[in-house]
């Protein structure tokens, strides 16, 4: 079975620029959460969703949002990028999202705003 | 690398030691676990996971320890290889408010870097 994939791997934007980021989890997948990795923050939760809703949501601003299509694919998007924002997203998928299920994750995308 | 900023702990060890990477975990509420394996320009890996009603559980080379008194997790590796280099991440899941599911969120540790020496 497939992984879970992201596209691009890589991107270099500007500051003021927005992103779009994309996310294909396991097949038969249909929670999928994202995340931020930075060096000062670590592994952080940016939102999550289900059967194309968002049912949870982190500690981010408005800038950061995201959808989820009917075939559970994702896609998050940044707009009006600053500098803090490079990092590395990561997106992971679950069968439900539920508690105690495992979150297996993409390779992820590495983002880089100048 | 992500996580040089965070001046993360750092173990190592000689191949084909035994390695013990801890984790201290903030929240009561928690009731599952999981230990991730992040290697340099790759996304965390699956290692094992422990539900809270259960204080050990065994992989193959792993085993983790949950102590929910003191609220620590411990992640041991037999044998320990070269190819075991790489970060090492606790991540717990927790009801969330009100008794409600923390729908798909992991709350992450800050990491252990694992830096096996042939």
């Known amino acids: 079975k497939a992984g879970v994939t992201q596209t691009p791997r890589y991107l270099i934007k500007t500051r003021g620029q927005q992103v779009t980021l994309s996310c294909s989890p396991i097949s038969g997948h249909r929670s999928v959460s994202w995340y931020q990795q930075t060096p000062g923050q670590g592994l952080q939760f940016l939102f999550e969703?289900?059967?194309?809703?968002?049912?949870n949501k982190g500690n981010f601003p408005g800038r950061f949002s995201g959808r989820q299509f009917s075939n559970s694919r994702s896609e998050m998007n940044v707009s009006t990028l600053e500098l803090g924002d490079s990092a590395l997203y990561l997106c992971?998928?679950?069968?439900?999202?539920?508690?105690?299920?495992?979150?297996?994750f993409g390779p992820g995308t590495r983002l880089l705003v100048l | 690398g992500e996580n040089v900023g965070l001046h993360l702990p750092t173990l190592s060890v000689q191949e084909g030691d035994n390695s013990i990477i801890n984790c201290a975990y903030s929240?009561?509420?928690?009731?599952?676990f999981i230990w991730y394996k992040q290697e340099s320009g790759k996304g965390p890996q699956f290692i094992i996971d422990i539900r809270s009603n259960m204080d050990k559980r065994q992989g193959q080379r792993v085993t983790v320890l949950l102590n929910k008194t003191v609220k620590h997790l411990s992640l041991q590796i037999a044998a320990t290889q070269p190819g075991d280099s790489a970060v090492y991440f606790c991540?717990?899941?927790?009801?969330?408010?009100?008794?409600?599911?923390?729908?798909?969120?992991?709350?992450f540790g800050q990491g252990t870097i694992l830096t096996v020496h042939p």
């Open positions: 969703y289900f059967s194309e809703t968002q049912r």
């Open positions: 929240n009561s509420a928690s009731d599952y």
């Open positions: 992971a998928s679950s069968l439900a999202g539920t508690l105690q299920e495992t979150q297996y």
């Open positions: 991540a717990e899941n927790w009801r969330g408010d009100a008794g409600g599911t923390s729908y798909g969120k992991l709350t």
